[in-house]
């Protein structure tokens, strides 16, 4: 049973430069949520994606954006990338069924992105 | 929203026990903890679901009094295995998840 994976694991761009991050959800779960973690801090949440519609949104600004896929992937935009959206890039699946109030979230591995 | 947690990091020896604490200003439906070793995802290690309830996993267990909106994450004899930094995560009652500020934990022999 495959759980949560992530691609890429590590990434290096530059200023201004816009990044695709990927993730497809454990087996069973529809519902994928995204969190940005700057080191040293928790985990920040990004937005959550259910149905192919984005359902809740963190304090990210626009240039943050997402896809949810037939399939429950997802895909995680950010353009006109900046210094300070360096850090580590954390999928999490859950299932919709098993509300997040009674079921863990499932975390994956991260894509670690530097911005130069 | 984002809930607090104390002490931001905690040395130990080996077979010392430790508290860890949540606290939110929110109202909580229900508390999750994780513990996240470096480079590596969350795990996660149990959710609470109402007030006053004392969960436990070996020797690593967690109570939560709703009413005052905190969470407390209790290891005992800790093990080296330990290491690593907790999050409380909390669900407030419009199903938001927030991650706690995170509470660095390393046990030394």
């Known amino acids: 049973d495959a759980g949560v994976t992530q691609s890429p694991t590590h990434l290096i761009k530059t200023r201004g430069q816009q990044v695709t991050l990927r993730c497809s959800p454990k087996?069973?779960?529809?519902?994928v949520s995204w969190y940005q973690q700057a080191l040293g801090q928790g985990p920040q949440f990004i937005f959550q994606?259910?149905?192919?519609?984005?359902?809740q949104r963190g304090n990210f600004p626009d240039r943050f954006s997402g896809h949810q896929f037939p399939n429950y992937s997802s895909e995680l935009n950010v353009n006109a990338l900046l210094l300070g959206d360096s850090a580590l890039y954390l999928c999490?699946?859950?299932?919709?069924?098993?509300?997040?109030?009674?079921?863990?979230?499932?975390f994956g591995n991260g894509t670690r992105l530097t911005v130069t | 929203q984002q809930p607090v947690q104390s002490p931001q990091a905690v040395i130990l020896r080996e077979g010392e026990d430790a508290v860890i604490n949540c606290s939110s200003s929110k109202a909580l439906y229900s508390v999750h903890w994780y513990r996240q070793k470096h480079g590596e995802a969350p795990v996660f290690l149990m959710i609470?679901?109402?007030?006053?309830e004392q969960k436990g996993h070996d020797k690593i267990s967690a109570s939560f009094n709703e009413k005052k909106q905190q969470s407390s994450l209790y290891l005992t004899a800790s093990q080296l295995s330990y290491s690593g930094t907790y999050f409380c995560g909390t669900v407030n009652t419009g199903n938001q998840f927030y991650f706690g500020t995170g509470t660095s934990l390393t046990v030394i022999p």
């Open positions: 609470l679901l109402k007030g006053g």
């Open positions: 087996s069973g779960h529809d519902t």
């Open positions: 999490a699946s859950s299932s919709a069924d098993s509300s997040v109030r009674r079921s863990p979230l499932h």
């Open positions: 994606y259910y149905e192919e519609e984005e359902r």
